[in-house]
């Protein structure tokens, strides 16, 4: 019986071998574009939902002559406290400075108001510097700012402004802020704090 031998140097198998490979990379191009139309529609669908939309709009707008309520209060002017820091305390007790930014916004978008004084005390309480001489005013909607440099420690952890402010007339209050920013060692720190009336002239009258 002769047996069938296969000639030396016959390539076993070669002809399937070359079709995978010939097919492999069409698969792949499948495959890739699958997950770029798979990928493709769910970025839209996230974009779509951060798309800005226009927000909603309910009810009817004030008669006019009538000032919309901002929930603020209206009052004919204020004295405010407002605490600030030149630095606080970290590891164990060593000082970390503080720049600090006290910021007046007038919130009446109407009327003015006057800034008669924004005086600085230390932690002692005892009065450093007034920042307005005379007297300030800001209009409607119209911001202040006063600085307080990062080398300034005459204030220390306790210390604070005074701001004094008058209307014309009943206004919103307006908001008086301070802002601490600091960086030390690659290291940064910033908070706010708010201030806080000691003493208020309310309304007296009736606002249109």
């Known amino acids: 019986m002769q047996e069938n031998k296969i000639p030396q140097g016959h390539p076993v198998g070669k002809g399937k071998t070359s079709f995978w490979l010939t097919l492999l990379p069409l698969v792949?191009?499948?495959?890739?574009?699958?997950?770029?139309?798979?990928?493709?529609?769910?970025?839209?669908?996230?974009?779509?939902?951060?798309?800005?939309?226009?927000?909603?709009?309910?009810?009817?707008?004030?008669?006019?002559?009538?000032?919309?309520?901002?929930?603020?209060?209206?009052?004919?002017?204020?004295?405010?406290?407002?605490?600030?820091y030149s630095h606080i305390y970290a590891e164990g007790g060593e000082p970390f400075l503080l720049e600090t930014t006290v910021s007046i916004r007038n919130s009446d978008p109407e009327r003015g108001i006057t800034i008669s004084s924004a005086r600085y005390f230390d932690t002692k309480g005892?009065?450093?510097?007034?920042?307005?001489?005379?007297?300030?005013?800001?209009?409607?909607?119209?911001?202040?700012?006063?600085?307080v440099k990062k080398g300034d420690i005459r204030g220390g952890s306790g210390a604070n402004f005074i701001v004094v402010w008058a209307g014309d007339e009943p206004v919103y209050e307006p908001i008086i802020e301070a802002v601490m920013v600091g960086r030390s060692r690659n290291q940064g720190?910033?908070?706010?704090?708010?201030?806080?009336?000691?003493?208020?002239?309310?309304?007296?009258?009736?606002t249109p």
Request: proline share 6%; no cysteine.
């Open 28 to 84: 792949a191009i499948v495959v890739i574009l699958v997950l770029m139309i798979y990928l493709g529609e769910r970025l839209e669908n996230i974009e779509y939902k951060l798309d800005y939309q226009t927000p909603a709009m309910t009810g009817e707008r004030p008669v006019s002559g009538q000032r919309p309520g901002f929930g603020i209060q209206i009052v004919e002017g204020q004295t405010v406290y407002v605490p600030v």
């Open 126 to 147: 005892e009065a450093i510097q007034e920042y307005v001489e005379g007297q300030l005013r800001l209009g409607p909607l119209e911001t202040a700012e006063f600085l």
């Open 189 to 206: 720190i910033s908070f706010k704090s708010s201030g806080r009336p000691l003493l208020k002239r309310r309304q007296s009258r009736t």
